[in-house]
């Protein structure tokens, strides 16, 4: 028996008469983002229909596109950490601890701007290895622990915000930092060359004066995309990957076969604290402030984006390209509501109903991939 | 049974005790296998075969007593370093995660990669050719080797386990209960693949409460009972109904064998 392929085998070998053919719909379902990228359908065509037509043009994509980055940064590796079987509620309370982590040495220590970055990334990975710690060493569910930290860490960045400013906001940021580079790299537009030549062959909006309507490309939203693709690589074809399947589908059973699960999953929930210190970075250049507020309820629509994207709340299965999706999802509908009549208050109700049909859809469709026929 | 007789045990060990607390789970127990052998572990529930067998592969640690492979004592503190050298355990639960297919299982904690760090990947092409091959070897022809696990039989999950093993160089093939969960014709399946396991030189360890499982491939049964072996016996040195009053604690079992008409 050397065939590599299951056809040639059902075709040459000894075939157990047991075992049917697989269908193409249901090797499809076996796929987690399914779901996802049908919603993600039913959503551009509800939009298409009920919204006004600028939604779907350049500037209106990246009005969506942008919110639906932020959100997706978060969401991808939440997902990697729900595959991984485990949860970050404290990835919002994160952003805006992050967000002083780099603020107060930039603005109040004069350190520059590069070295801030480090020092607020230093801070996003002892957060999460402390995380990560307290779950495995208590065996408490990430979700009670990470909890305390929503609470924990938000708190601590109110308390040290009026203490080094008085009141819950840190400007001057812009003013302080002065690396071009770096700016460039977490602020601003990208491909903005692009962007004026396709404006000079006419091929996008202008404004009268021959400046694009669209300047560039969001960096957040290239960020996005990278990640999406990253992690669905790690995840996908990696070791590492399978290793994140394997310690949330059963970690018992992980470390029987000598998968080091400690590792994989505090590594998982460093990298949702390096998520959120992503966020912050990005947020805290583009607007020029710290705030205590930022990331407000992230953590929840992060977790609803992964989900809307095939993750089992059970663990073990789960897309990273389902989450980038999940979050276009949620920006498209976000964002899209002000393209059309419907009050905007309507936005909380259609998000939770859309996270109700995505968990029951995505428990059908284990069922479906586990059954034998 | 020649083997037996003229080789060197690939592992032994000897008065292994361990202490849970004040709790003593393992009271002295010596056991050997050689390799191509079938030994069979025997004991009712609570016997301490579990323990043993934990002892043996590196999950829990003796608290006295030697473990040698080769005649070189060995010394592990957890499963991995048991594993590296080639001890290696099918659990009851079979480490198998039913949501992931039957490549990602076969290869879970081992998988081939390609390419230079930071950039290497699961090498999926040969990893997907081998578990096939291996499978195939063990009388499984799979559908795909992206099927998932969860949609296998009982005796089909069992082989796939067994197959990872043997072809991860296991020298001594630990097997906890590979029959308890099975029916009939998926029990004989498994019993067809010990032996096939036990003829490639691979030293297996059977642990069941079932003789008649144990009757079939075992070349030496050793019984366990509270914590303490009750004697080893050779294939051909002992009856079935011996072993199982061994296991039952003799007098009763018979009182009770009797009531039932000898169905037990």
Redesign the interface.
């Known amino acids: 028996?050397?065939?590599?392929t299951?056809d040639a085998?059902?075709k040459s070998?000894?075939?157990?008469e047991r075992?049917a053919k697989?269908s193409l719909a249901k090797t499809l379902l076996?796929r987690p983002e399914v779901g996802a990228i049908v919603g993600l359908i039913a959503v551009i065509i509800f939009f298409s229909v009920y919204a006004d037509s600028r939604m779907f043009s350049l500037s209106g994509i990246m009005n969506f596109m942008e919110p639906a980055a932020q959100l997706g940064i978060l969401a991808i590796a939440a997902a990697l950490l729900m595959v991984g079987g485990e949860f970050d509620l404290s990835i919002g309370s994160m952003i805006a601890f992050a967000g002083i982590a780099l603020g107060v040495p930039l603005v109040l220590w004069g350190w520059p701007l590069s070295l801030s970055i480090l020092f607020a990334f230093g801070v996003a990975v002892v957060t999460g290895i402390m995380n990560g710690f307290i779950v495995l060493r208590s065996g408490l569910p990430s979700f009670i622990v990470t909890l305390a930290f929503l609470f924990i860490l938000r708190g601590l960045t109110l308390v040290g915000l009026k203490e080094a400013t008085g009141t819950t906001q840190l400007r001057g940021v812009k003013e302080a930092a002065d690396d071009s580079w770096l700016m460039e790299l977490f602020s601003g537009d990208a491909f903005e060359g692009l962007f004026s030549w396709l404006a000079q062959m006419g091929w996008i909006d202008t404004f009268k004066n021959g400046t694009p309507k669209v300047q560039g490309v969001p960096v957040e939203i290239i960020w996005f995309v990278v990640l999406a693709f990253a992690a669905s690589?790690l995840l996908t074809?990696?070791?590492f990957?399978?290793?994140i399947?394997?310690v949330g589908?059963?970690p018992?059973?992980?470390?029987?076969?000598?998968?080091p699960v400690t590792f994989v999953k505090i590594t998982l929930f460093v990298l949702t604290a390096m998520s959120a210190t992503l966020v912050a970075t990005i947020t805290v250049l583009e607007f020029g402030t710290a705030d205590a507020s930022r990331g407000l309820l992230k953590e929840f629509h992060a977790i609803i984006a992964a989900v809307i994207g095939g993750c089992l709340l059970t663990g073990?299965?789960g897309s990273a390209i389902g989450a980038m999706v999940g979050a276009i999802i949620f920006g498209m509908v976000q964002i899209g509501i002000t393209y059309t009549n419907i009050n905007l208050d309507w936005f909380q109700v259609f998000m939770g109903a859309i996270l109700l049909i995505a968990v029951v859809l995505n428990n059908w469709v284990?069922k479906k991939?586990?059954?034998?026929s | 049974m020649s083997v037996t007789e003229n080789s060197q045990p690939v592992i032994e060990l000897s008065n292994i005790e361990k202490h849970f607390g004040a709790v003593i789970a393992l009271a002295g127990v010596s056991f050997s296998v050689y390799p191509g052998e079938c030994h069979c572990l025997l004991g009712d529930n609570g016997a301490g075969k579990s323990t043993f067998i934990k002892t043996m592969s590196g999950?829990h640690q003796p608290t006295s007593g030697t473990i040698s492979m080769n005649g070189k004592q060995m010394h592990f503190s957890n499963?991995?370093q048991a594993?590296e050298v080639g001890i290696a355990?099918v659990?009851q639960?079979?480490?198998?995660?039913?949501?992931?297919s039957v490549t990602?299982n076969f290869?879970?904690?081992?998988?081939p990669?390609k390419g230079l760090w930071p950039f290497?990947?699961?090498d999926?092409?040969k990893a997907?050719?081998t578990t096939?091959?291996e499978m195939?070897?063990m009388g499984i022809?799979?559908?795909?080797?992206g099927q998932?696990v969860?949609?296998?039989s009982g005796g089909e999950r069992q082989t796939v386990a067994i197959a990872r093993a043997v072809y991860f160089g296991a020298k001594v093939l630990i097997l906890d209960e590979p029959t308890s969960a099975l029916g009939v014709r998926q029990t004989s399946n498994v019993l067809a693949t010990v032996d096939k396991v036990r003829k490639s030189g691979v030293g297996v360890v059977f642990i069941t409460h079932n003789v008649r499982h144990a009757m079939a491939v075992g070349d030496r049964f050793t019984v366990l009972n509270r914590g303490k072996t009750l004697g080893t016996a050779q294939r051909g040195d002992i009856t079935a109904e011996q072993l199982q009053d061994m296991m039952a604690g003799g007098q009763e079992m018979a009182d009770l064998e009797g009531s039932l008409g000898g169905t037990v």
């Open positions: 028996m050397n065939t590599t299951s085998d059902a070998g000894p075939t157990d075992l697989v076996q690589w074809k990696t070791r990957g399978n290793w399947f394997a589908g059963d018992v059973a992980a470390r029987n076969v000598g998968v073990g299965y284990r991939a586990m059954s034998s | 999950v499963p991995r594993l355990t659990y639960d079979l480490a198998m995660i039913p949501l992931m990602r290869w879970m904690g081992r998988e990669r290497s990947y699961f999926f092409e997907n050719s096939m091959t195939a070897k022809n799979l559908r795909e080797p998932a969860g949609t296998l």
